[in-house]
T-cell receptor, first 113, second 112 residues
Framework: TQLLEQSPQFLSIQEGENLTVYCNSS?????LQWYRQEPGEGPVLLVT?????EVKKLKRLTFQFGDARKDSSLHITAAQPGDTGLYLC?????????????FGQGTILTVHP | EAQVTQNPRYLITVTGKKLTVTCSQN?????MSWYRQDPGLGLRQIYY???????DKGDVPEGYKVSRKEKRNFPLILESPSPNQTSLYFC???????????FGQGTRLTVV
């Protein structure tokens, strides 16, 4: 089983601060996705990255896929209370395990007004 | 409205009593999958299906069964539930394995 280690597990910051969440593995993934989940709801996809070194931006969120496709990061600029939630990374190993999706443990982000 | 529907949303049952959690999607997606979510462990994949009559094990398949007789439905079956299967379960579907996965709202199962 391929593992994805997410850090930090908990993040509590003030509105306006910047933050970065990391997702690391010793294994290569063919693609990696980031999801956001709110209490009582299922995860919602934020982005998919597929190319090593790829950087994608979604308003104040910047996602990066490592050159070796073993790690990824999510950076939020000027966090707002509406960013509060559980952030999950998920990797697909590809190949014969095309349908598998491995999730990290998640990062619980709280942004205080 | 495009959606993944799980039923029931909440279920309390006793050890050993067979149960089925249903999952249905209306987006004509080939790929469907089941996950369980436990505190500190994130989501762990139980089973997935790439198409009708094609299913495969995820990372934690023990104690679970699935079937995919129709494209839209992917029920999760617990033949003999045990307390360690108490968890929050999510069904998801996507057009292909790597495209956006749409998740249901979850089923909170308690086995006593």
């Amino acid at each position: 089983t391929q593992l994805l280690e997410q850090s930090p597990q908990f993040l509590s910051i003030q509105e306006g601060e910047n933050l970065t969440v990391y997702c690391n593995s010793s294994s290569v993934f063919s693609s990696l996705q980031w999801y956001r989940q709110e209490p009582g709801e299922g995860p919602v996809l934020l982005v998919t990255v597929v190319t090593g070194g790829e950087v994608k931006k979604l308003k104040r969120l910047t996602f990066q896929f490592g050159d070796a496709r073993k790690d990824s990061s999510l950076h939020i600029t000027a966090a707002q209370p509406g960013d509060t939630g559980l952030y999950l990374c998920a990797g697909n190993p590809g190949g014969t395990s095309y349908g598998k999706l491995t999730f990290g443990q998640g990062t619980i982000l709280t942004v205080h007004p | 409205e495009a959606q993944v529907t799980q039923n029931p949303r909440y279920l309390i049952t006793v050890t050993g009593k067979k149960l089925t959690v249903t999952c249905s999607q209306n987006m004509n997606h080939e790929y469907m999958s089941w996950y369980r979510q436990d505190p500190g462990l994130g989501l762990r994949q139980i089973y997935y299906s790439m198409n009708v009559e094609v299913t495969d094990k995820g990372d934690v398949p023990e104690g679970y069964k699935v079937s995919r007789k129709e494209k839209r439905n992917f029920p999760l079956i617990l033949e003999s539930p045990s307390p360690n299967q108490t968890s929050l379960y999510f069904c998801a579907s996507s057009l292909l394995g790597l495209t956006e996965a749409f998740f249901g709202q979850g089923t909170r199962l308690t086995v006593v």
